[in-house]
């Protein structure tokens, strides 16, 4: 768990207990929000701009239950999930910032989760010192994770942070190659879209900096070291399973664990299902850590793509052009794969993007809530949300043609996409919250909001996932799930701006 900001116990020991309580004062709507922001002197990190931000996006939110909902989240990474920081400074080994951000409540740092985290925070940081060195440190701490073991989905806390790290049961059980250790590795289920929030959250940082400031706060030796160690790995793993005289070729990475959920663990003895050479690069895993069904997770190449392009662009700048030129190709190569391999012709729906592929002829034509996904695309940058493949796409996934996909109708609390993860009937916030965030239709964007606020079994905090056959979303996981509180945030910023009067 994350522990508060100790205060000689005025604090309770960590966040999750705040989480499921409601505290007054309440909104005045009928929904009645609490208020669930910690007591100032709890909070594990105050930005002033943030604060400004808060105070200044809320006032013009007329709803009181969606400002409430709005004051509660958007700090929420902020209030209770940087675990630690350290600010550098020093002349010591620590010169440069590190910050460790969990996901909630598993005091373990997700490179997607924590990249997603922050990154709405980002464009404050300019007014605000503390919060672009905050930033930055999770830029060096991704590096340094993995610069050290880039298969990993998840990392405990380094020794320096004295902080208690988080244990994964499963994890001692594990089978995996390449080995990793257990001191410094929460989990090592290998997941493409890691890496490309690791690049995504580079090269954002690096663009919003002057090249001297970004430098004088990223140990770019580090960090050059864990993006060429990534891109070479993303460049062995388009390999196919078998090479030309059907003889295996190297698995590169591999994950077995022993469990009773399927999803927990890999095909072909932990190396996955077999692929032919696409373009694309193979995974394990989802960003919902549960494992593909064919290799070639199209959402999270599609997202790969993207970001490869920008760190290319990045590398250009900073005269590491070798490598730079082998991400643009590699993107190159996954956005052609994509178009070749990665779509199927359905038979409502026309031309649309599978979830997964393998090269042979086998397409899974679904998504699941956690992004990237295919819905999230255009939020991605890989296409326009006016683009016909991806409306066609967009039909097919928003309707019961879609497996994951589930709708009480219009009496529902939620209709949206779900996730193997957490099983039928219950729908992720945040799928709703990136169908409002891909959409320029004002009724479906106020109607996201208004029953992404409803869900919140009174707890005023966005949840994991809702049983949609629930009341008011009384059951569901994850009582703190700071990722989702930042989407959500995000969608609510970018209503206030774009459509002034409403919310």
Not at 125 to 143: C, H
Not at 409 to 415: K, Y
Request: charged share 20%; with cysteine; aromatic share 10%.
């Amino acid at each position: 768990m994350a522990f508060f900001r100790n205060t000689g116990g005025s604090c309770p020991t960590h966040y999750a207990e705040w989480a499921g309580t409601p505290h007054a004062p309440f909104s005045g709507g009928p929904l009645r929000i609490p208020t669930m922001r910690p007591p100032p002197e709890c909070r594990s990190f105050t930005s002033a701009a943030v604060e400004k931000e808060l105070s200044r996006i809320s006032a013009q939110i007329t709803d009181p239950d969606i400002r409430q909902l709005f004051i509660n989240i958007m700090p929420n990474t902020l209030d209770t999930a940087i675990a630690w920081h350290y600010a550098g400074g020093t002349k010591d080994k620590l010169d440069y910032p590190y910050t460790f951000v969990i996901t909630g409540d598993i005091n373990a740092q997700w490179t997607r989760d924590s990249t997603n985290q922050l990154l709405p925070l980002l464009p404050y940081a300019a007014a605000d010192a503390s919060l672009n060195t905050l930033i930055a440190g999770l830029v060096n701490m991704q590096a340094e994770q993995i610069a050290a073991y880039p298969f990993a989905n998840a990392y405990k806390p380094p020794a320096r942070s004295g902080l208690v790290p988080g244990e994964n049961g499963w994890a001692k059980g594990d089978t995996v190659h390449p080995p990793f250790d257990l001191r410094t590795v929460f989990e090592a289920k290998f997941e493409i879209d890691s890496l490309a929030a690791f690049f995504k959250l580079s090269t954002a940082f690096w663009r919003q900096q002057q090249q001297q400031d970004a430098d004088s706060l990223l140990d770019m030796g580090v960090w050059r070291r864990a993006v060429t160690i990534a891109v070479e790995l993303l460049v062995q793993l388009q390999a196919p399973t078998f090479d030309s005289e059907q003889r295996l070729t190297d698995a590169t990475v591999r994950f077995a664990r022993t469990a009773n959920t399927p999803t927990e663990s890999s095909f072909g003895g932990g190396r996955g299902n077999p692929i032919r050479r696409t373009g694309m690069v193979r995974t394990l895993f989802r960003p919902s850590d549960d494992s593909v069904i064919f290799p070639f997770l199209v959402p999270a190449n599609a997202m790969l793509a993207v970001e490869l392009r920008a760190l290319a662009d990045m590398l250009d700048k900073t005269g590491d052009t070798t490598i730079a030129s082998r991400s643009r190709r590699l993107a190159e190569d996954i956005t052609r794969g994509i178009y070749e391999f990665g779509t199927a012709e359905h038979p409502k729906y026309g031309h649309v993007f599978a979830y997964e592929v393998d090269g042979y002829g086998s397409r899974l034509l679904m998504d699941d809530a956690n992004v990237p996904s295919l819905l999230a695309l255009p939020y991605l940058g890989f296409v326009n949300a006016t683009d016909p493949i991806y409306q066609n796409t967009r039909r097919m996934l928003l309707s019961p043609d879609n497996p994951w996909y589930f709708s009480n109708g219009t009496s529902g609390l939620l209709n949206g996409i779900g996730s193997p993860h957490t099983g039928f009937r219950k729908v992720w916030p945040m799928s709703v919250a990136i169908q409002a965030l891909t959409s320029d239709d004002q009724q479906e964007i106020i109607e996201a909001v208004r029953v992404l606020a409803a869900s919140t079994a009174g707890l005023g905090l966005m949840h994991e996932s809702v049983d949609i056959d629930s009341a008011n979303g009384n059951s569901f996981t994850r009582p703190w799930f700071a990722w989702c509180n930042g989407v959500v945030s995000e969608l609510i910023t970018r209503v206030v701006s774009e459509y002034p009067g409403l919310l």
